[in-house]
T-cell receptor, first 117, second 107 residues
């Protein structure tokens, strides 16, 4: 079945540590996104990528980094510079466009819950 | 600044008790309004897209409607399996999400 796979499901970060969240899709979608979800708030865009080897900052990119070396993969690194990383992280994809100006539906993964030890 | 506000924050229903969720928005130029369903610990799942005022979409017990300032998601005769958080998202030059309405349907 086609879809988006996020791993791990749960992740714990120690002080000063960088951690990487994995996101893989087999939908052959061009665009991929990372969102952060906090209780009582709407999803907030961290980074997005329209095409391989290119990505753009979203609304809350500070303390995060991404890469897009393959169409299928869009890993997110939460760096030690992100002082409040505890949240539910969602990866998404869409057929094309960049989600900023294209009215397309998003396909989401099952999320990664990141907590601080 | 674009704003998307969903109400109520939480809704508890008895099985079969119909109700509506609201999504009000202020954007400069609406290009699309989306409804998603999210189960606990899972990613959102797409339900509907609405593009212009007056448009309606239906899927099983759910019906979404759109005006120039808000959208409603009507749940008719809900069942326990309709329990979830329902998210609204509005697209103009970017996509903005509301905080969601958590619906609990008791048998």
């Amino acid at each position: 079945d086609g879809g988006i796979t996020q791993s791990p499901k749960y992740l714990f970060r120690k002080e000063g540590q960088n951690v990487t969240l994995s996101c893989e899709q087999n939908l052959n979608h061009d665009a991929m996104y990372w969102y952060r979800q906090d209780p009582g708030q709407g999803l907030r865009l961290i980074y997005y990528s329209q095409i391989v080897n290119d990505f753009q900052k979203g609304d809350i990119a500070e303390g995060y980094s991404v890469s897009r070396e393959k169409k299928e993969s869009f890993p997110l690194t939460v760096t030690s510079a992100q002082k409040n990383p505890t949240a539910f992280y969602l990866c998404a994809s869409s057929i094309d466009g960049h989600g900023r100006g294209t009215n397309e539906k998003l396909f989401f993964g099952s999320g990664t819950q990141l907590s601080v030890l | 600044e674009d704003q998307v506000t969903q109400s109520p924050e939480a809704l508890r229903l008895q099985e079969g008790e119909s109700s509506s969720l609201n999504c009000s928005y202020t954007v400069s130029g609406l290009r699309g309004l989306f409804w998603y369903r999210q189960d606990p610990g899972k990613g959102p799942e797409f339900l509907f897209t609405l593009y212009s005022a007056g448009e309606e979409k239906e899927k099983e017990r759910l019906k979404a409607t759109l005006t120039k300032k808000e959208s409603f998601l009507h749940i008719t005769a809900p069942k326990p399996e309709d329990s979830a958080t329902y998210l609204c998202a509005v697209q103009d030059n970017k996509l903005s999400f509301g905080a969601g309405t958590t619906v609990t349907v008791r048998a």
